[in-house]
């Protein structure tokens, strides 16, 4: 274990001095504009046609189950050749998802876990990863060692001793209790280390100039120059907490408090599989993601952009 | 699926007991005594979905009947369900009364947390079948852990159209075993390798009805490499040599076995009555052409699979919890129960009713009654003691046999010495 | 974030930042402490118990004793942990270099801000967004002796291909399931790093005449090459850990008579249940965990060899 302590810059990173020497101008521009000039339009055509070739194989499989999701009783869902599109389309389905379980009820739970995972993990894994990239102390070392093993425990095998300890600290059965174990990935952790220490030093030493003190700095300077860091973290941090299933069925245990997956599972009852609504359930469940993720992309790439330092 | 999930689940149930072992060993195991009232916590096993009215009325049945008690009503998803409770049981937050089947029974009667119904609740025992209180007794035990409560049992569904396409009789479905594998290698020869039969390999209930002896007599080892079991899978092996087993049989859910059904690519599945409502909707190309025959048997006795519902022995009031699960299997709910939906009571006289001996000329009746009378003489031949890792070795060698990796004497032999080990192990 | 405000205004101005001290020695713990916090209670002690549990015979419900290396004794005479061994490692050697190079590529084909691409980029997300039991039940379906894509092989002549019948195509239909889900994550990751290349260097290549190619290749490549090593340790340790996609496909015996079977899986199955052997699945779980440590420094191994 002492091997990984003696290592300087494990997983996550560049060597400070190497990336500066890199980035000592880093451009404001927009990474779609890298070239002054505009691209032949055969080449555009190209790149048009491999993207729609990508998103065939990326996406095609999730449209066939939105088409299952749209086929209404009666249609065969299992005809060989496959049926692509519904010939009898209905919105019952997701009604009768709604009938089963108070989806709504359970998006909210899942919503307030992803939300509340989102702001522990912003906060504490860039705290952490803002000490491990930029200050120096003694026994930096040995606390990113922490990290790096946390993250190479397989996390399937300790829920049991998970579970006693939520039940130590009186919060099973609660969306706290959700909540905790993933409230700071370590993998976030070095994400945002590895983000900071690609900073140029330059940035800081003129606030140190400026007699600004180590949170002045955290806060006004280099969180700002991480947006986009800060966004892969909430988006992968809402992604898991959102489709977490077994640490919540292992936790909760009154269906008030069931997250959304937990509660799709009744899709699956022991009498009652339904194809067409467990298509439907998942629809719900995958939408809301891809939305987020739409939406906080754009922020994501204009967020790398503004952020980057005036040389 | 489900299986995903239990098994995900469970991956993850592996470790740290050394800080949650419960205080077992002092749970009195044989007593029920004290006042009817409180609150209890009861757990079903994925019910809620579709019962939901059901259980809500039952529970305030129950209430009314004994003031001043209060059940608790929790259902857990499919999914998962064994490594819940293993939480649940290591965690001490086991509720009152769960929802088991006989092998989860098993090791939380072993681990002292299952109350001993022989002892804390003799005076019921008459109200049920025989064989079904009899199902949750356990080998090297005594006592009974868990009140019987419904039961299911299902027909063999196959494809009329496919039958006939192979020049096989549609009105004349295999009855016996020999009828089946010969019809099953005509089926694979006449569409040349298209059509297989079954898709999926023979699990233990199979051994048991073919009429191989699965363990000693007093549960001590397992015997099911005898010849009978070796002769079962060298008719296997045939079957799959010749395309007759689906080439996917091997990794087969039960789910994806079920698909390969209503895509008609296999000509016969084991199902339950509610799979017709099943086939009606998802699949009515295969529903036009369904038909319906027992499984066939060289005992007699054909499969059940059985309910129960087991009281938590170191509960606080189990005298509550012994009468809640007492209420919920008493002949009259459970009657109820076998009218919202196709299962079948385990209380005595139940399946003698009109409602399981008169036929009104659909198919869903006639499925019920054929299944109800096929009761009289089911066995749960699935032993109580055949834990998961179990179930792997035997289809593990299961499947080396039949893919000609190994001889089937030798596959079943080794896996029956591996399953003596884990059982010796406790 | 209270505590933190606390550290004192910074003094003198230094000239080289790595040397600076400007906080009392207790500030820089204070960053780290909920961090630490969470991870150790809900992390590294439960693993702690595991190591433990892995030297005695307990099982879920029935506590055992100690018995010392017994446990890691029987694992060398297992036949299915060297299956597991050797199908966790393949995974590595395959997807690895995959899920370093076509992300990179995805990113570099998605970076360009033409009319479309937010779209796009969210689509190529989706796979990593989903839950991965939907995936794997649309996948068994795809690959199918009847599904989809032999749907097609026999439009084309080709015979059905048993992609889910034999155990070294089942494999390699898991691996693929895995790089197929991970490319939209790496893909975002690349695409974070590509905004930090300078488009200086692009510009000075292209001025050069290099094309694209080129360009990718002694522009791209050497500037992102600190986030392909972070892909590689993450891709390497996942794929080791690998349990899902290998489960969905290949069912829960993993394979034809366990012959796809991956570690983790084998954890699984002895583990877990009412019977698990908590003991011998907590045995397994530590060489997993010290396989994934050796793998890590490996990968970083050989990035500082290249340094040099």
């Known amino acids: 274990m002492s091997a990984t302590t ?48 990508v998103f065939a194989l990326m996406v095609g499989p999730f449209l066939w189950q939105l088409s299952t999701s749209l086929k209404g009783p009666g249609e065969d869902i299992y005809s060989y050749p496959p049926r692509l599109l519904p010939s009898d389309a ?222 | 699926m489900r299986k995903f999930r239990i098994a995900a689940l469970a991956l993850v149930g592996v470790l740290a007991f050394s800080a949650c072992t419960v205080g077992t060993q002092n749970v009195d195991t044989t007593s029920a005594e004290g006042e009817i009232r409180g609150t209890i916590t009861f757990q079903t096993w994925s019910l809620r979905a579709a019962y939901r009215d059901y259980f809500e009325k039952l529970i305030d049945d129950f209430e009314k009947k004994y003031p001043g008690t209060h059940v608790k009503w929790i259902d857990q998803p499919a999914e998962g369900y064994a490594d819940k409770i293993s939480a649940d ?51 090297g035990m005594k006592g009974t852990y868990a009140f019987p409560w419904y039961l299911n049992t299902g027909p063999l569904f196959y494809n009329k159209k496919l039958f006939a396409q192979a020049g096989l009789d549609p009105d004349d479905p295999p009855r016996t075993y020999d009828e089946l594998f010969r019809d099953a290698l005509t089926m694979a020869k006449r569409s040349k390798g298209r059509i297989a039969t079954l898709a999926s390999v023979p699990t233990i209930e199979d ?21 009978k079991g070796v002769e079962l899978l060298r008719r296997y092996k045939k079957l799959y040599q010749a395309g007759a087993l689906d080439r996917q049989a091997f990794t087969s859910t039960p789910e994806q076995a079920g698909r390969k059904f209503m895509q008609q690519s296999v000509a016969m599945n084991p199902g339950s009555a509610l799979d017709l409502d099943k086939f009606k909707k998802d699949a009515p190309s295969l529903y036009k052409n369904i038909g319906i025959t027992d499984a066939p048997n060289n005992t007699g006795s054909p499969n059940m699979y059985v309910q129960g519902l087991m009281v938590n022995a170191a509960g606080d009031n189990k005298a509550t919890a012994v009468a809640f699960a007492h209420f919920v299997t008493n002949a009259e709910n459970q009657m109820a129960f076998a009218h919202e939906t196709t299962v079948f009571p385990s209380t005595k006289g139940a399946l003698d009713t009109e409602y399981f001996t008169r036929q009104d000329g659909t198919d869903k009746t006639r499925v019920r009654i054929a299944s109800a009378k096929s009761l009289d003489t089911a066995v749960n031949y699935t032993p109580v003691l055949l834990s998961e890792d179990m179930k792997t070795a035997l289809q593990n060698a299961v499947t080396r046999a039949l893919r000609g990796d190994e001889s089937p004497e030798k596959a079943l032999k080794r896996a029956a010495e591996e399953c003596n080990r884990l059982l010796r192990l406790g | 974030m209270k505590t933190a405000t606390a550290a004192p205004p910074g003094g003198a101005p230094a000239t080289a930042p790595r040397r600076v001290r400007r906080h009392l020695p207790t500030s820089p713990w ?37 018995v010392g290396l017994a446990n890691f004794r029987e694992l060398l005479h297992d036949e299915m942990f060297w299956t597991g061994l050797r199908n966790s490692a393949l995974y590595v050697l395959v997807t690895v270099p995959l899920l370093v190079l076509l992300p990179l590529l995805l990113a570099v084909l998605v970076q360009r801000h033409i009319p479309g691409i937010t779209f796009f980029r969210a689509a190529f997300y989706t796979p990593v967004v989903a839950s991965v039991v939907v995936v794997g039940l649309i996948w068994s379906w795809l690959l199918d002796d009847r599904g989809l894509v032999n749907g097609i092989l026999e439009a084309l002549g080709a015979g059905p291909v048993g992609f889910l019948s034999d155990p070294w195509l089942l494999l390699l239909s898991a691996m693929l399931l895995t790089v197929w889900k991970g490319l939209g994550y790496y893909m975002i990751v690349y695409l974070a790093a590509l905004t930090n290349v300078p488009r200086e260097l692009h510009e000075a290549a292209a001025v050069d005449g290099a094309g694209a190619v080129r360009r990718f290749v002694t522009v791209t490549v050497p500037a992102l090459r600190n986030t392909m090593v972070l892909v590689a340790a993450l891709s390497s340790v996942s794929a080791f850990k690998v349990f899902s996609e290998v489960y969905l496909l290949a069912g829960e015996n993993g394979g034809p008579a366990g012959e796809d079977i991956t570690l983790v899986q084998l954890v699984q199955q002895v583990g877990t249940g009412l019977n698990g052997r908590v003991g011998y699945a907590s045995a397994l779980s530590v060489v997993v965990f010290v396989v994934t440590l050796g793998l890590m420094l490996l990968v970083l191994r050989a990035n500082r060899k290249e340094d040099a």
């Not at chain 1, 451009?27 to 339009?41: K, L």
């Open chain 2, 89 to 139: 049981a290591a965690g001490g937050t086991l509720p009152d009364v769960v929802n088991v089947s006989p092998d989860l029974a098993a090791p939380l009667a072993k681990a002292h947390l299952a109350l001993d119904l022989d002892r804390a609740a003799p005076q019921y025992r008459d109200e049920y079948l025989p064989a079904a209180w009899k199902s949750s007794r356990i080998p």
């Open chain 2, 207 to 227: 051994f048991g009805r073919y009429g191989v002896r699965l363990m000693n007599k007093s549960g001590t080892a397992f015997t099911f490499d005898e010849p």
């Open chain 1, 90 to 311: 209905t919105l019952d389905n997701y009604a009768g998802v709604a009938r089963i379980i108070p989806v709504w009820d359970y998006a909210l739970n899942s919503l307030t876990v992803a939300v509340a995972s989102v702001l522990t993990n912003l906060v504490g894994a860039s705290l952490a990863g803002y000490a491990l990239a930029r200050l120096r102390f003694k026994g930096r070392g040995a606390a990113l060692t922490v990290f790096i093993m946390a993250m190479l425990v397989p996390l399937e095998s300790i829920i049991i001793a998970q579970f006693t300890l939520a039940r130590a600290l009186h919060v099973n059965n609660t969306l706290l209790g959700v909540v905790l174990p993933g409230a700071v990935g370590a993998l976030n952790v070095l994400l945002m280390r590895n983000a900071f220490s690609g900073l140029p030093y330059e940035v800081e030493e003129a606030a140190l100039v400026d007699g600004a003190n180590v949170w002045q700095r955290f806060v006004r300077i280099a969180l700002p120059s991480v947006k986009g860091t800060l966004a892969v973290v909430a988006i992968f941090s809402f992604m898991t907490a959102w489709d977490d299933f077994l640490w919540p069925l292992i936790v909760l245990s009154d269906p008030a408090n069931f997250t959304l997956t937990v509660g799709l599972n009744y899709l699956h009852g022991t009498f009652a599989d339904n194809q067409r609504l467990v298509a439907a359930g998942t629809i719900i469940a995958v939408l809301p993601l891809i939305v987020m993720f739409a939406c906080l992309q754009r922020y994501f790439f204009r967020g790398v952009g503004e952020g980057a330092v005036k040389g």
């Open chain 1, 6 to 53: 003696a290592r300087p810059a494990p997983a996550a990173g560049p060597e400070p001095h190497d990336q500066k020497r890199r980035s000592t101008r880093p451009s404001a521009a927009r990474p779609g504009r890298a070239f002054g000039s505009r691209p032949p339009a055969w080449r555009t055509a190209l790149r048009y046609l491999l993207l729609v070739a």
């Open chain 3, 30 to 66: 204070l960053f780290l402490a909920p961090g630490l916090l969470a991870v150790t209670a809900f992390s590294l002690a439960p693993f702690l118990l595991t190591v433990g549990n892995s030297f005695t015979d307990n099982r879920t419900l029935v506590p055992g004793g100690f």
